[in-house]
């Protein structure tokens, strides 16, 4: 057992901690939301610094896994403050929108800065938000499939104004850092 378990009524929690990471308004924390509330919030509000947000999952066997998401940031000016939001992640969320280009090539810097902070071997998943969005849709499933291999990061399309996919992301990423954890074990 690790410092980050905890026995509570006969079950192993864990505490993991998962930097949510891509461009500004690609979705972060509209998926969050969704996820936590099951609401969805139309205006644009930027995240100022981080936002953090705790949410149980409880995955098969009785293992209860407590997730930390760390909500970062895609604002240039808020770079600076990567390396201490970064620092300690167990987990990563790469998130860009399907129907604007520059932030499905932006996830190559986001991944490269989480590699830059020692992060290159946790588990991590890209995540194509947006499907809603059919007709304005630029990034086709082959360009969002090659960038998953090349990242070794399992790739889901999700769309946080219906809801799509969104739960099976959350548990899907506490699913691998729980396993990932278990292996170091």
């Given at each position: ?9 006969g ?11 891509g ?34 999952i ?123 954890k278990?292996?170091?074990?």
């Amino acid at each position: 057992m690790s410092n980050s378990d905890i026995v509570f009524q006969g079950r192993t929690e864990s505490i993991y901690k998962v930097i949510v990471i891509g461009d500004p308004a690609v979705g972060k924390t509209s998926l969050l939301t969704k996820f936590a509330t099951n609401k969805f919030e139309e205006k644009y509000l930027p995240t100022v610094g981080v936002n953090i947000l705790k949410e149980i999952i409880n995955l098969e066997e009785q293992n209860v896994v407590n997730l930390m998401f760390w909500d970062v940031a895609g604002q240039p000016q808020f770079y600076m403050l990567h390396r201490p939001y970064f620092n300690g992640a167990d987990a990563m969320l790469l998130v860009f929108d399907i129907t604007r280009s520059s932030t499905f090539s932006n996830i190559n810097n986001w991944y490269s800065t989480a590699v830059k902070y020692g992060l290159s071997g946790i588990p991590r998943l890209l995540i194509g938000n947006k499907i809603d969005l059919k007709d304005d849709r630029k990034i086709i499933m082959p360009m969002a499939e090659h960038l998953s291999e090349k990242l070794n990061a399992p790739y889901f399309e999700t769309s946080a104004l219906t809801g799509d996919n969104v739960k099976l992301i959350f548990h899907k990423i506490a699913e691998l850092v729980y396993k990932f954890k278990e292996e170091l074990k």
